[in-house]
């Protein structure tokens, strides 16, 4: 199983040194039903993606008023380092 949204970013709010950023972002929206943004906003008409970033090259990325893909994907349960891996079950 996997999910595409299409959000917008809003706003990108970088600290004072300019080391970290907060991006906001919001689905995309359009008047018109049969384009690619009025398709998104059909199935994803609200909500909001934030994310604060620590990674200078990647948050340079990001532009106000651009557009993006977020893929959403299952991931594995991450084990700690400190506990032995569950043993898969017997095929």
Same mark, same amino acid.
């Given at each position: ?5 299409? =959000?917008?970013?809003?706003? &990108? *709010? ?11 972002? %919001?689905?995309?929206?359009?008047? @018109? ?6 398709? %998104?906003?059909? !199935?994803?008409?609200?909500?909001? =993606?934030? &994310?604060?970033?620590?990674? *200078? $090259? $990647?948050f340079?990325? =990001?532009?106000?008023?651009? *557009? !993006?893909?977020? @893929? &959403? ?8 380092? @400190?506990?032995? $891996? $569950? *043993?898969a079950?017997?095929?």
């Open positions: 199983m996997s999910v595409r949204c299409k =959000f917008k970013v809003q706003a &990108i *709010e970088k600290t004072p040194d300019g080391k970290q950023a907060n991006i906001n972002m %919001y689905p995309v929206c359009s008047q @018109d039903p049969n384009s690619e943004n009025g398709q %998104y906003w059909q !199935y994803t008409p609200g909500g909001q =993606f934030q &994310i604060n970033c620590v990674n *200078e $090259a $990647a340079s990325q =990001f532009e106000v008023g651009n *557009e !993006y893909y977020i @893929d &959403i994907t299952p991931a594995p349960v991450a084990v700690p380092a @400190d506990q032995p $891996a $569950a *043993e079950p017997p095929a």
